[in-house]
């Protein structure tokens, strides 16, 4: 008895969708690989999780056979797979990777690397480059050392007024404790002297 019919439909459970996205994606992978190797055609295959967003993809030969797949679609429907928006942003990647390309060759070359292909005018301007750079972090260096020092001078400043705050505080404190031992010895001192009350003298009452 052969299995029943299943419904083509949005499955809701979703650990079961996960699993039967697994399974199909195996499934339609293989697939494209039999093709191409039974009936030597071209496939290209790209599967996007829609939970995941990861990408599965498959290509029947290299790079350039996916692009060759992809000017075919072109060709034969009229349709392109990405607009004008997205050959403007590829045309700068383009533009930015011979730039990068440039100052890295630029970078050898003010290294003193692979100089030996240049002429005459190119080492000249290659030496001019040099010697201004040279110019810029001389002067960047005086800069920083002088920072450096206007710095230390500001610290020492410093260091030199909170030397007399204390200096003068500690000779105020020391003011003050001399007038208060003053004040004590001279309290002590009229102690020492005040009259007493005269007693009556006991021998006359006898």
């Not at 290294?111 to 080492?123: A, P």
């Not at 002067?139 to 020092?149: I, L, P």
């Amino acid at each position: 008895m052969g299995r029943g019919k299943i419904e083509i439909k949005r499955i809701e459970n979703s650990s079961n969708r996960q699993v039967t996205y697994s399974k199909r994606r195996n499934g339609i992978i293989k697939k494209a690989k039999e093709i191409t190797v039974l009936c030597d055609a071209k496939v290209s295959l790209i599967i996007i999780n829609p939970s995941s967003g990861k990408m599965s993809e498959y290509c029947s030969g290299s790079q350039d056979t996916l692009l060759e797949i992809l000017s075919r679609y072109h060709s034969q429907t009229g349709l392109r797979l990405w607009d004008t928006k997205h050959e403007i942003l590829s045309n700068e990647l383009d533009r930015i990777k011979k730039e990068n390309d440039s100052m890295q060759v630029h970078l050898r070359h003010l290294n003193g690397e692979d100089i030996t292909s240049m002429n005459h005018i190119e080492l000249g301007d290659l030496e001019k480059s040099l010697e201004d750079g040279l110019t810029a972090v001389r002067d960047k260096k005086t800069e920083v050392a002088q920072r450096h020092r206007d710095s230390y001078k500001a610290v020492e400043d410093e260091h030199d007024r909170l030397n007399y705050e204390l200096h003068k505080q500690t000779i105020k404190t020391e003011d003050n404790n001399l007038r208060d031992i003053e004040y004590q010895q001279r309290m002590s001192h009229m102690s020492f002297f005040r009259v007493q009350p005269i007693q009556p003298n006991l021998h006359h009452d006898r």
